[in-house]
């Protein structure tokens, strides 16, 4: 059985009308509408025998098809519709077109029907989705590898999926014992009703003891995606809308799906009743609890749906009543497919989609519920291929867990499968922002500056300061909007510089200006450290101004001209050769040769004064006696610049 029809519309059941019209196409139509895909396509194939190029039947023949999942089929049918010359055709089969290409693993000419898509509705979900991921194929491949599959030995020849945790084994759904009385067979997909069973597993990872649950629970109608309690006494599952295992239909003959609540009484099932959001004219499918029991997902396509189906959460208050459903959004939910639902223990979200970038058919995506921003990703191969990829449940502590799919190379129609994971999915979304801090007069790039960035709620993203080359790099945490980085430097004005965020993209190049404050450096500070440049050195036994000291001096030059009122002391010093007396005077010589430098060019002498300090204040262990290059003395022989007023 393909799984489109449990998806929603195939479990819905329909009533087939009788129909006395005589043309083939009018009763090809009939059945199409009455949801009878297997049976329609049957007719509408042996039109097109019969010569029939009509769009209608191209467009019917593309959509059966892949309502029934035979994306191949639909593939070759969209292609045909596509070459009648003036077919006026929806954007929707574009949509289709590109997806069915997938399954052929034609995935460059489904992007160029993607981008057709994207031109004729350039506000579809599904078209922003691609748009902003091109190379999806690139981001499914680096998530790609992280799984190890296997076929497990419960499956049949017919359709097994939707599995779920119970007790020591699994409940799952299946067609394997409805038989082919016409009763039992689906007008959909010519297959049997679903029916829940429980199958156990041993130490091996082998399942045992197969058994088909209890007759309340397993009408003749559809039953399916069942969720349990950990007491393992309350369950909720999906079934058609019944009333005593009697189907209960729409206006239009439809039995929509709903779900139901159980609860286990002396090991028996008892107590079932549907769920009050529940509708008789849209449906309500696939259940799954959070943690703590607190919140129930599930999938629908209720009024407000954005697609085909949405997913939904409601709250479980303590008195057992349900809130009102709350829509998850366009983060999650496109205007295609959304389905099948999964919440782990850390509330991580799994879902079955085919209106996020994948493969083909219905993928299985990840995201983390805590972030209302997060990114949706796609878990790639090998548990994602071509065809539809389902019914996703884990066990985050074991890393092992179990899926349904309609590959090739199966056993029935839909298999589970089993699977670990061997590299867990990093759900951390990061975005690079880099960017510089500049002197505003001088363009000088400024180190040491503390940098901090703040969102659109004026809460901390991330901080870090510049380099020696004064850039800075942090990470943000992919949310878009509004932010500010503030950059912050001893005597600078704090600096602030906004910027927006699109599609979880890097942000660089970020400049900040930084205007510096009249008062100058603070007393007590070195100049020479303050302004970042070379040490003054004097060569061995020498206190005149060496040329390339004179670089040095001069942006100190520089500084006290632009600060009248700061006033320095030239403080020089030796290395430990010679000895102490001689030393001191051979520094003080320096001193007063530095003092008489800046002197000379222009700054009064009240605003300079010096000192000499001998081998008293070694940069190093390089005192007397000690043995030390020539390059760690040359260290200690040098003049400091100290503010003093």
Known sequence: MKKAGYIFCGLAVVTMMASAQDKKIQKADTKFTNYAYASAIQSYEQLVKDGYTEEEVYKNLGNANYLKANYEEASSWYGKLFSLKGADIDPEYMYRYAQTLKSLENYKESDTWMIKFKSARENDQRALVFDENRDYLEQIEERSGRYELKNIGLNSKVSDFAPSFYEDGLVFSTARDSGLLSKNVHKWNNGSFLNLYKAAQDNQGNFTNLDKLSKKLNKKTHESSTAFTKDGNTMFFTRNNSDDGKFERDEDGVSRLKIYKATKENGEWNNIEELPFNGDSYSVAHPTLNNDESKLYFA???????????????????DGTFSTPKNLGDRINTE???????????DK?????????GLGGLDVFATDLKNERGEVFNLGRPLNGEEDDFSYIINEETKKGFFASNRKGGQGNDDIYSFIEMTPLDFTCLTAITGIVKDQKTNALLTAASVTVYDKDNKV???????????????GNCSEGAYKVVATKADYEDSTKTFNTEKSEDVTRIEVMLV??????????????Y??????????????????????????????????????????HTDSRANDAYNMTLSANRAKATADYLIEAGIP??????????????????????????????FNRRSEFIVVE
């Open 461 to 475: 993203v991330s901080s870090s300061q510049t380099d020696a080359s004064g850039v800075f790099e942090m990470e």
């Open 605 to 634: 002498s009240i605003r300079i004064s010096y000192e000499g300090y001998g081998e008293t204040e070694l940069n190093n262990g390089c005192s007397n006696g000690v043995p030390c290059s020539k390059e760690n003395h040359q």
């Open 516 to 529: 510096q404050l009249d008062n100058g450096a603070p007393i007590g500070t070195d100049l020479a450290k």
């Open 531 to 572: 302004l970042n440049i070379e040490p003054i050195y004097f060569d061995f036994d020498k206190y005149f101004i060496r040329e390339d000291a004179k670089i040095s001096i001069n942006k100190v030059l520089a500084y006290l001209n632009e600060y009248p009122n700061v006033n320095v002391q030239v403080r020089s």
């Open 300 to 318: 629908s396509d209720m009024p407000g749906t954005k697609g085909e189906s949405d997913i939904y959460v409601v709250d479980i208050n303590k």
């Open 336 to 346: 295609s497919r959304e389905t099948f639902p999964f919440v782990t223990e850390s």
């Open 349 to 357: 979200l799994y879902f079955s989609s085919d209106g996020h970038p």
